[in-house]
């Protein structure tokens, strides 16, 4: 399953507009002092956000509400410094924000490598520990991966990124041989805000 399309505006940088990936919005704002920009689940979103300027889309956002099964919850996510780069996940609780587990950097990693491994180890720990509350994720893609027991990565193994290809052997091997009882639900980032577990740097 491909990974949603995002769009994302520049309100500040070189080039102002919507952007529809991350890449032309980076050229925009890239080593550019006092650049804002943000990404949209949705094209009119977007939009509506960039015809508003900044200021004017702050002060009309209202404050992201999640539902209180969610708070019970706990949420993962990875962040990359690039594709391949230096790779790191991590799970927190909801309500709390407090760090249940930090991985890594590990060396030339990919975010969709992290995202399926942090969910699997999330599942892993949640089940030694008795934990049965559930477990949220914003990638689509990793949570289909998950869902297949496969890291269906193009990413090419290297001497320096053979541990990661380890931890994914063992993640899989572990899907196929476990059961899990945890709900696997996608954060609604457009709806809640930014997930929990987000590293603060997109």
Not at 62 to 73: C, D, T
Not at 151 to 171: D, M, P, Q, Y
Request: glycine share 8%.
């Amino acid at each position: 399953m491909a990974k949603p399309r995002k769009f994302y505006v520049v309100w500040t940088g070189r080039s102002l507009g919507v952007f529809d990936n991350w890449a032309a919005c980076e050229a925009q704002v890239k080593g550019v002092s006092g650049a804002r920009f943000m990404s949209f689940e949705t094209r009119s979103e977007a939009e509506r956000a960039f015809g508003a300027g900044r200021e004017g889309f702050k002060a009309g956002l209202a404050q992201p509400v999640i539902p209180p099964e969610a708070l019970g919850g706990y949420a993962v996510d990875a962040a990359c410094n690039g594709s391949p780069g230096d790779l790191e996940y991590r799970c927190v609780k909801i309500d709390t924000r407090d760090e249940i587990f930090h991985q890594g950097p590990f060396e030339q990693g990919t975010n969709n490598v992290g995202e399926f491994l942090v969910i699997v180890h999330a599942l892993a720990l949640f089940k030694k520990q008795g934990i049965t509350a559930p477990l949220y994720s914003d990638s689509r893609n990793a949570l289909s991966w998950v869902w297949q027991k496969t890291c269906k990565t193009n990413l090419v193994r290297t001497t320096r990124n053979a541990s990661l290809f380890e931890l994914i052997a063992r993640a899989e091997a572990w899907l196929r041989t476990n059961t899990f009882d945890i709900s696997l639900r996608h954060w609604k980032t457009s709806e809640w805000g930014e997930n929990p577990a987000d590293f603060g740097r997109k």
